[in-house]
């Protein structure tokens, strides 16, 4: 799931697989991705983050905190850890809106399918730091696998992610990340468990 905000982002995007069917385009994968999990409202799980700052301050720090995930599309990592650490993630996380709020935020454009992945063209309505996101899609289980944002001032942020499948729910079990813009490069790797699915998270946890 940044911060993450990841996991975002967290963030986070989380499908139910379904085979997906010979010639449908991108309206309907759209549609798959937002319909799936129906059940899902709320979830936390614990995450362990791995942290390589290239740039100054040249940190090297090893997290554990705890995600939090709310629909639409609100997300937070609380972490066990001194601010300044915390603040310093909060940059390597780009926000990851969910895929029901797609057309909302973007102009969505599908740009291929190699019978494995669909591939987005995500262009912000409201012009801002981002240009553009690529999104790839993977076609049987309508779960993002990647995410590359495309910064005005040259810079870029991935994204790539894998999910695991807890009481019929696809959620992020690992992500790589990697962020290169002007005087700032950092690689992260985290990792999810500990799942609990539809707990009472009051909005006040996305406000700290």
């Known amino acids: 799931m940044k911060q993450i905000r990841a996991l ?23 549609s798959r991705m937002t319909a799936l999990n129906p059940n899902l409202r709320t979830l936390e799980a614990s995450v362990h983050v791995d942290i390589a700052l290239h740039t100054f301050p040249y940190l090297s720090p090893s997290l554990d905190g705890t995600y939090y995930h709310k629909e639409p599309s609100k997300d937070k990592i609380a972490f066990r850890t001194v601010p300044v650490i915390a603040k310093q993630f909060d940059k390597v996380y780009p926000h990851v809106e969910s895929a029901s709020r797609w057309e909302k935020v973007y102009f969505v454009t599908d740009q291929s399918d190699d019978g494995n992945q669909t591939t987005f063209k995500l262009v912000p309505r409201i012009h801002g730091r981002i240009d553009h996101i690529t999104a790839k899609v993977d076609d049987k289980t309508a779960t993002i696998v990647e995410m590359l944002w495309n910064y005005n001032d040259g810079g870029y942020a991935r994204l790539t992610q894998s999910f695991t499948v807890v009481d019929g729910n696809f959620v992020p079990k690992t992500q790589l990340g990697h962020v290169e813009v002007p005087n700032y490069t950092a690689d992260l790797t985290s990792s999810f468990s500990n799942y609990k699915l539809n707990p009472p998270i009051p909005d006040s946890i996305f406000q700290q």
């Open 8 to 30: 975002g982002a967290v963030c986070v995007l989380l499908t139910i697989a379904v085979l997906p069917l010979p010639g449908r385009g991108s309206a309907d994968m759209l």
